[in-house]
Protein backbone atom coordinates (compact mmCIF):
# COMPACT_ATOMS: atom_id res chain seq x y z
CA UNK A 1 0.00 0.00 0.00
CA UNK A 2 1.93 3.34 -0.73
CA UNK A 3 1.27 5.70 1.90
CA UNK A 4 -1.36 7.66 -0.09
CA UNK A 5 -3.90 4.54 -0.13
CA UNK A 6 -2.49 4.29 3.44
CA UNK A 7 -3.65 7.38 4.60
CA UNK A 8 -7.17 7.23 2.13
CA UNK A 9 -7.84 3.78 4.45
CA UNK A 10 -7.12 5.99 8.07
CA UNK A 11 -8.89 9.05 6.67
CA UNK A 12 -12.02 6.69 5.35
CA UNK A 13 -12.09 4.62 8.51
CA UNK A 14 -12.36 7.59 10.92
CA UNK A 15 -15.25 9.19 8.42
CA UNK A 16 -16.98 5.86 8.74
CA UNK A 17 -16.38 4.71 12.24
CA UNK A 18 -17.61 8.37 13.75
CA UNK A 19 -21.19 7.59 12.91
CA UNK A 20 -23.59 5.64 14.85
CA UNK A 21 -23.52 3.06 12.19
CA UNK A 22 -20.18 2.42 10.13
CA UNK A 23 -21.00 2.24 6.90
CA UNK A 24 -19.47 -0.10 5.03
CA UNK A 25 -18.85 1.56 1.23
CA UNK A 26 -17.57 -0.16 -0.81
CA UNK A 27 -14.41 2.44 -0.98
CA UNK A 28 -14.05 1.47 2.51
CA UNK A 29 -13.78 -2.48 1.92
CA UNK A 30 -11.41 -1.85 -0.65
CA UNK A 31 -8.96 0.13 1.19
CA UNK A 32 -9.18 -2.06 4.28
CA UNK A 33 -8.45 -5.30 2.05
CA UNK A 34 -5.15 -3.57 0.78
CA UNK A 35 -4.22 -2.50 4.52
CA UNK A 36 -4.55 -5.68 5.75
CA UNK A 37 -2.79 -7.15 2.82
CA UNK A 38 0.29 -4.58 3.56
CA UNK A 39 0.27 -5.88 7.23
CA UNK A 40 -0.07 -9.58 6.25
CA UNK A 41 2.81 -9.25 3.98
CA UNK A 42 5.15 -7.24 6.44
CA UNK A 43 4.60 -9.51 9.13
CA UNK A 44 4.97 -12.40 7.30
CA UNK A 45 8.43 -10.93 6.06
CA UNK A 46 9.52 -9.88 9.48
CA UNK A 47 8.73 -12.94 11.02
CA UNK A 48 10.75 -15.06 7.90
CA UNK A 49 13.66 -12.84 8.68
CA UNK A 50 13.36 -13.73 12.87
CA UNK A 51 13.72 -17.37 11.61
CA UNK A 52 9.66 -18.28 11.03
CA UNK A 53 8.77 -21.05 13.46
CA UNK A 54 11.95 -21.69 14.88
CA UNK A 55 12.01 -18.08 16.46
CA UNK A 56 11.54 -16.88 19.61
CA UNK A 57 7.86 -16.33 18.49
CA UNK A 58 7.12 -19.81 16.98
CA UNK A 59 4.47 -20.61 14.91
CA UNK A 60 1.52 -18.82 13.71
CA UNK A 61 -1.53 -18.65 15.69
CA UNK A 62 -4.08 -16.21 14.42
CA UNK A 63 -4.61 -14.38 11.22
CA UNK A 64 -4.93 -10.59 10.40
CA UNK A 65 -6.31 -8.52 12.85
CA UNK A 66 -7.23 -4.71 12.14
CA UNK A 67 -6.88 -2.50 15.76
CA UNK A 68 -9.70 -0.79 16.80
CA UNK A 69 -8.78 2.32 15.37
CA UNK A 70 -7.47 1.26 12.01
CA UNK A 71 -4.09 1.94 12.54
CA UNK A 72 -2.50 -1.15 12.52
CA UNK A 73 -2.18 -4.65 11.67
CA UNK A 74 -0.93 -7.58 13.96
CA UNK A 75 -0.84 -11.55 14.01
CA UNK A 76 -0.60 -13.94 17.18
CA UNK A 77 1.89 -16.54 17.39
CA UNK A 78 2.32 -19.58 19.67
CA UNK A 79 5.17 -17.03 21.87
CA UNK A 80 4.24 -13.27 20.90
CA UNK A 81 2.90 -11.59 18.67
CA UNK A 82 4.16 -9.27 15.41
CA UNK A 83 2.29 -5.55 14.93
CA UNK A 84 2.67 -3.72 11.42
CA UNK A 85 1.82 -0.32 11.03
CA UNK A 86 3.33 2.32 8.63
CA UNK A 87 4.17 4.67 11.15
CA UNK A 88 6.14 1.94 13.06
CA UNK A 89 6.57 -0.95 10.91
CA UNK A 90 6.67 -4.32 12.18
CA UNK A 91 7.67 -5.50 15.27
CA UNK A 92 7.91 -7.85 17.52
CA UNK A 93 7.02 -8.78 21.10
CA UNK A 94 7.62 -12.22 22.82
CA UNK A 95 7.51 -14.09 25.54
CA UNK A 96 7.31 -12.30 29.36
CA UNK A 97 6.95 -8.63 28.04
CA UNK A 98 4.27 -10.14 25.40
CA UNK A 99 2.37 -11.21 28.25
CA UNK A 100 2.57 -7.73 30.13
CA UNK A 101 1.69 -6.32 26.96
CA UNK A 102 -1.62 -8.22 26.69
CA UNK A 103 -2.88 -7.14 30.23
CA UNK A 104 -2.60 -3.65 28.70
CA UNK A 105 -4.88 -4.84 26.05
CA UNK A 106 -2.22 -5.15 23.36
CA UNK A 107 -2.02 -3.13 20.03
CA UNK A 108 -5.11 -1.80 21.41
CA UNK A 109 -4.43 -0.45 24.44
CA UNK A 110 -3.10 1.92 26.56
CA UNK A 111 0.50 1.77 25.97
CA UNK A 112 0.18 2.01 22.37
CA UNK A 113 2.15 -0.06 19.10
CA UNK A 114 5.69 -1.29 20.26
CA UNK A 115 8.05 1.03 18.30
CA UNK A 116 11.23 -1.49 18.49
CA UNK A 117 11.67 -5.31 18.76
CA UNK A 118 12.70 -7.12 22.18
CA UNK A 119 16.06 -5.20 22.77
CA UNK A 120 19.05 -6.68 25.56
CA UNK A 121 20.41 -3.96 27.82
CA UNK A 122 24.35 -2.74 27.28
CA UNK A 123 25.27 -4.61 30.42
CA UNK A 124 23.10 -8.04 29.39
CA UNK A 125 21.60 -8.21 32.45
CA UNK A 126 18.10 -7.53 31.41
CA UNK A 127 15.22 -7.29 28.35
CA UNK A 128 13.28 -4.03 27.30
CA UNK A 129 10.50 -3.47 24.57
CA UNK A 130 9.64 0.31 24.01
CA UNK A 131 6.30 1.25 22.62
CA UNK A 132 4.69 4.12 21.37
CA UNK A 133 3.25 5.92 25.00
CA UNK A 134 5.58 3.61 27.93
CA UNK A 135 8.22 0.70 27.96
CA UNK A 136 8.23 -2.78 29.34
CA UNK A 137 10.87 -4.17 30.85
CA UNK A 138 12.23 -7.17 32.83
CA UNK A 139 15.72 -8.39 34.40
CA UNK A 140 17.00 -11.70 33.55
CA UNK A 141 16.54 -13.07 37.11
CA UNK A 142 13.07 -12.02 37.36
CA UNK A 143 9.85 -13.98 35.73
CA UNK A 144 7.22 -11.41 35.62
CA UNK A 145 7.78 -7.66 33.48
CA UNK A 146 7.07 -4.60 35.22
CA UNK A 147 5.86 -1.25 32.87
CA UNK A 148 6.27 2.42 32.73
CA UNK A 149 3.74 4.43 31.26
CA UNK A 150 3.12 8.20 30.16
CA UNK A 151 4.67 10.77 31.99
CA UNK A 152 6.70 8.80 34.09
CA UNK A 153 8.49 6.54 31.24
CA UNK A 154 9.32 10.10 29.56
CA UNK A 155 11.55 11.15 32.78
CA UNK A 156 12.67 7.65 32.80
CA UNK A 157 13.82 8.14 29.57
CA UNK A 158 15.46 11.29 30.19
CA UNK A 159 17.73 9.60 32.88
CA UNK A 160 18.78 6.58 30.57
CA UNK A 161 15.81 4.36 31.14
CA UNK A 162 17.09 0.77 31.79
CA UNK A 163 20.76 1.06 30.95
CA UNK A 164 20.85 4.71 33.63
CA UNK A 165 21.39 4.60 37.28
CA UNK A 166 17.69 3.94 37.91
CA UNK A 167 18.46 0.54 36.34
CA UNK A 168 14.73 -1.73 35.52
CA UNK A 169 11.83 -0.66 37.00
CA UNK A 170 10.76 -3.30 39.94
CA UNK A 171 7.18 -2.60 40.43
CA UNK A 172 4.21 -1.45 37.63
CA UNK A 173 3.13 2.13 38.52
CA UNK A 174 1.60 2.60 42.26
CA UNK A 175 -1.22 5.32 42.41
CA UNK A 176 -1.97 6.60 45.95
CA UNK A 177 -5.03 8.77 45.42
CA UNK A 178 -5.01 9.51 48.86
CA UNK A 179 -1.89 11.16 48.42
CA UNK A 180 -2.20 12.45 45.01
CA UNK A 181 0.37 10.62 43.27
CA UNK A 182 2.20 8.14 41.10
CA UNK A 183 5.57 6.28 41.34
CA UNK A 184 7.27 3.75 39.83
CA UNK A 185 10.18 2.00 42.19
CA UNK A 186 13.40 0.68 39.54
CA UNK A 187 16.27 -1.01 40.76
CA UNK A 188 18.39 2.32 41.77
CA UNK A 189 15.51 4.52 42.96
CA UNK A 190 12.40 5.57 42.69
CA UNK A 191 10.46 8.30 40.27
CA UNK A 192 6.89 9.92 41.89
CA UNK A 193 5.10 12.15 39.85
CA UNK A 194 2.22 14.28 41.24
CA UNK A 195 0.66 17.65 39.43
CA UNK A 196 1.53 19.12 42.57
CA UNK A 197 5.26 18.70 42.70
CA UNK A 198 6.02 17.22 39.45
CA UNK A 199 8.29 14.09 38.44
CA UNK A 200 11.20 13.43 40.30
CA UNK A 201 13.64 10.96 40.89
CA UNK A 202 15.26 10.13 44.24
CA UNK A 203 18.03 7.67 44.90
CA UNK A 204 20.85 6.22 46.65
CA UNK A 205 21.63 7.10 50.01
CA UNK A 206 19.39 10.03 49.87
CA UNK A 207 16.54 7.15 48.84
CA UNK A 208 17.69 4.95 52.01
CA UNK A 209 16.91 7.48 54.20
CA UNK A 210 14.06 8.79 53.24
CA UNK A 211 12.21 5.29 53.04
CA UNK A 212 13.46 4.78 56.35
CA UNK A 213 10.78 7.82 57.61
CA UNK A 214 8.00 6.34 55.41
CA UNK A 215 8.77 7.67 52.01
CA UNK A 216 6.29 9.62 49.71
CA UNK A 217 3.79 8.64 52.37
CA UNK A 218 6.23 9.97 55.14
CA UNK A 219 6.72 12.71 56.76
CA UNK A 220 8.79 14.82 54.36
CA UNK A 221 6.05 14.43 51.85
CA UNK A 222 6.69 14.29 48.04
CA UNK A 223 9.90 15.35 46.30
CA UNK A 224 10.34 18.35 45.02
CA UNK A 225 13.58 18.08 42.85
CA UNK A 226 16.15 15.52 41.81
CA UNK A 227 18.97 14.68 43.45
CA UNK A 228 21.75 17.17 43.23
CA UNK A 229 25.09 18.78 43.88
CA UNK A 230 25.55 20.96 47.23
CA UNK A 231 28.22 21.72 48.49
CA UNK A 232 30.48 18.39 50.70
CA UNK A 233 27.49 16.31 49.08
CA UNK A 234 24.23 15.53 47.51
CA UNK A 235 20.99 16.94 48.53
CA UNK A 236 17.45 16.10 47.68
CA UNK A 237 14.21 18.63 48.75
CA UNK A 238 11.27 17.35 49.43
CA UNK A 239 7.54 19.15 50.13
CA UNK A 240 8.31 19.37 54.30
CA UNK A 241 12.15 18.96 54.37
Not at 42 to 58: E, F, M, Q, W
Not at 82 to 104: L, Q
Amino acid sequence: MSSRTSRRWRNAFVRTASAEVRIETMEVRLLLSVFIQEGHIAIIAKHDALGGVNSVLGAYASGAIVTTDGAAVYKHFSNGMIVWSPATGAREVHGIINRRYKEFGGPNGTIGLPISDEKITLKSDGRINPFQRGMIAFPLVATEASDITGNIAQAYYKWGGAWGFLGFPTSNEISVPSKNYRMNTLKGGIIVASPVTGIHEVHGLILSRYNEIGGPSGILGLPTSDEMNMPGGRVSYFQYG
